[in-house]
């Protein structure tokens, strides 16, 4: 099969949109303390808000089905998504998951190199707000950087579920982005 090539775009958002991407960075807003992923004993700490809960790995006979809506938020960034997707011909099944992750400084270049599922996907990335390096790694199998994706603001980007690891932003700054999987 033909890997995915990655697709880079920005995305123009609308007055909304544009205050809906701006709603993560209130105090009030609900982030949740994450200190590893379930598949990695690295110490890497996040915050994270659920709009759409992973989907359970499915058997091997089985096809991946979509997540749970978690958030009351969740319809709002998924048409931050499906802007993305129709402007660049993407044409998504199933959103098997989507989170806002919230991460700060660490003195590492990037978190620990991963895949989010185990099964073929494809990954969307949507940066949130500007900040220094915070780039998106990809990977080649042997966990060498094949490409680098700076981030940018409004900036989304699709990748064939490739091992992929987040940069670290410089001190007192955050990386706000939303997550989407799906096939």
Not at 29 to 50: G, I, V
Not at 125 to 145: A, E, Q, R, V
Request: charged share 25%; proline share 5%; with cysteine.
């Amino acid at each position: 099969m033909k890997p995915f090539e990655t697709i880079e775009n920005f995305v123009e958002l609308n007055e909304k949109q544009i205050q809906l991407s701006k709603l993560p960075f209130n105090i009030n807003f609900p982030w949740y303390f994450y200190k590893q992923t379930p598949r990695d004993n690295e110490q890497f700490c996040f915050f994270s808000h659920a709009l759409i809960t992973r989907s359970a790995e499915p058997k091997s006979n089985e096809m991946p089905f979509a997540g749970v809506p978690m958030s009351p938020h969740f319809d709002e960034f998924i048409e931050i998504f499906n802007l993305f997707c129709k402007k660049n011909k993407i044409k998504p099944k199933t959103i098997l998951r989507a989170n806002l992750n919230n991460t700060g400084y660490y003195p590492d270049k990037h978190s620990f190199v991963h895949r989010d599922h185990e099964f073929e996907h494809k990954n969307f990335i949507f940066y949130l707000n500007d900040f220094t390096n915070g780039s998106t790694f990809l990977f080649d199998k042997d966990h060498k950087i094949k490409k680098e994706i700076k981030a940018a603001k409004y900036k989304g980007v699709v990748f064939g579920g490739d091992l992929h690891a987040q940069g670290f932003c410089d001190v007192y700054e955050r990386r706000l982005i939303l997550v989407v999987t799906f096939i």
